[in-house]
């Protein structure tokens, strides 16, 4: 098969067309083969010290020495140091970008595209894993790089994941009930933690070894499925809820029945075929409020509900930081992306944290509440990299309502968890979801 190479990561065939291979290669780009220029020299050889080192130990006498130059010419091209570590990644990223956009031709679905984008991603961090550990763990903890040339490239990166999901919606491939930027998180969180735990707990010999299971829980959780739709309420469901916004909006008093029947989207009369008069309407609606929170009550307090628990364990995870929001703050900022913290006594507490949600999932697999072929551990970092990636955008975002967060947080563990259910169709009897 002359036309096609093949890479073997795990057991796991990887295709790939030899023109792509000339496309990506890690052995073409101009950080590889630098030559006498001698600006690509230095970025060269400050990829490679302040990965092996780190920022803070590396020194310009050594970057300078291995580009076979003297001090002095590095600061003909760069500010400093911090101008040279960013300088790596807008380097890295405009390689990047340039690859991904000759990867996407000729891909017309918005599903091809985005599975072409998370396979580049994970590609490219192990390729090139010096940038990547450097991208990680030495500029995205940094607050500055914010603001850097460099992290416009990242901006650019992900207005082409926007553009694929928005045409995703556009088109009904994706569905329109969910945000972009949760999808955004989800995606981009799951890539983070596959990254990281490569990296730096080395669950894995190459990152793209977790594709295949990653985009199985993305696609499950961004594509509209007939099995797992909600049914559309009811016409009384739609009157209470427009009601409901009404009332808490003009007060009782000045709310209007033909108003309440407008934002319905029904007529006034079709109103008074459910609730006979206002006072009717109105305490209607804490009727079918209780009646929920009942409902809700009798499910999570259910001794074999495996997905109660699911969801518990991931509405717990959330609800501890956002009652501390000084450690959430550090825990994002600090911790997240920090080298340091998966090495340290603190993160085999945590470790032990998070093995509960592992041990739920292999339960619920078990139980054939959840589909067998679902990767505990990819859905660990499926969750960990979201939380990370919405308290970022949290914090980046400080209009943004505590309610809000809540309404978005809820909405996010029924994705999770429709993810891994198995279909109508594969559900056995008896089985206690």
């Known amino acids: 098969m002359d036309s096609e190479l093949y890479f073997r990561i795990k057991g796991k065939a990887l295709l790939m067309s030899v023109n792509q291979a000339q496309v990506i290669s890690p052995f073409s780009t101009p950080l590889q083969n630098p030559g006498s220029d001698k600006k690509?020299?230095?970025?060269?050889?400050?990829?490679?010290?302040?990965?092996?080192?780190?920022?803070?130990?590396?020194?310009?006498?050594?970057?300078?020495?291995?580009?076979?130059?003297?001090d002095s010419i590095i600061y003909r091209y760069f500010k400093g140091k911090e101008?040279?570590?960013?300088?790596?990644?807008?380097?890295?990223?405009?390689?990047?970008?340039?690859?991904l956009d000759r990867d996407l031709q000729g891909l017309i679905d918005p599903k091809s595209q985005l599975r072409k984008m998370m396979w580049g991603n994970l590609w490219y961090q192990n390729a090139y894993s010096a940038y990547s550990r450097i991208l990680l763990f030495e500029c995205r903890s940094s607050t500055r790089f914010y603001s850097s040339p460099a992290y416009l490239l990242i901006q650019k990166y992900l207005d082409r994941l926007n553009a694929i999901l928005e045409q995703g919606i556009k088109e009904g491939v994706f569905r329109e009930d969910v945000a972009i930027s949760l999808m955004r998180d989800m995606i981009m969180g799951t890539l983070d933690m596959i990254t990281i735990c490569f990296h730096e707990l080395h669950e894995v010999d190459n990152p793209m070894a977790d594709f295949e299971d990653a985009a199985a829980l993305v696609e499950f959780i961004i594509i509209p499925k007939q099995e797992i739709e909600r049914p559309l309420p009811d016409k009384s469901a739609i009157i209470l809820e427009s009601a409901e916004k009404i009332f808490a909006k003009k007060g009782f008093d000045r709310a209007k029945m033909t108003e309440i029947a407008r934002m319905a989207g029904v007529g006034d009369g079709t109103v008074y075929e459910y609730f006979e008069n206002k006072d009717v309407l109105l305490f209607s609606i804490p009727k079918r409020r209780f009646e929920q929170y009942q409902k809700d009550l009798s499910s999570d307090f259910h001794p074999d509900s495996v997905i109660n628990k699911l969801k518990k364990l991931i509405r717990y995870h959330f609800s501890s930081f956002m009652a501390d929001?000084?450690?959430?703050?550090?825990?994002?900022?600090?911790?997240?992306?920090?080298?340091?913290?998966?090495?340290?006594?603190?993160?085999?507490?945590?470790?032990?944290?998070?093995?509960?949600?592992?041990?739920v999932i292999e339960v619920g697999k078990t139980k054939g509440v959840f589909r067998s072929e679902v990767n505990p551990r990819v859905f660990r970092n499926l969750l960990l990299g979201t939380f990370c990636h919405m308290g970022t955008r949290w914090f980046a975002d400080r209009k943004m309502s505590e309610v809000e967060m809540i309404r978005e947080v809820n909405q996010?563990?029924?994705?999770?968890?429709d993810a891994i259910l198995v279909t109508k169709s594969q559900a056995g009897s008896g089985s206690n979801v």
């Open 83 to 99: 101008d040279l570590l960013f300088s790596i990644i807008e380097e890295r990223l405009q390689e990047g970008l340039a690859l």
């Open 325 to 359: 929001p000084h450690f959430f703050r550090i825990y994002i900022l600090n911790l997240f992306l920090n080298k340091g913290f998966y090495h340290s006594e603190a993160f085999e507490t945590f470790r032990d944290y998070y093995r509960m949600l592992e041990e």
């Open 412 to 417: 996010m563990v029924d994705l999770m968890a």
């Open 40 to 70: 690509l020299r230095i970025l060269a050889a400050a990829e490679e010290i302040i990965s092996n080192k780190g920022f803070k130990e590396a020194t310009i006498s050594e970057i300078a020495s291995q580009a076979g130059i003297n």
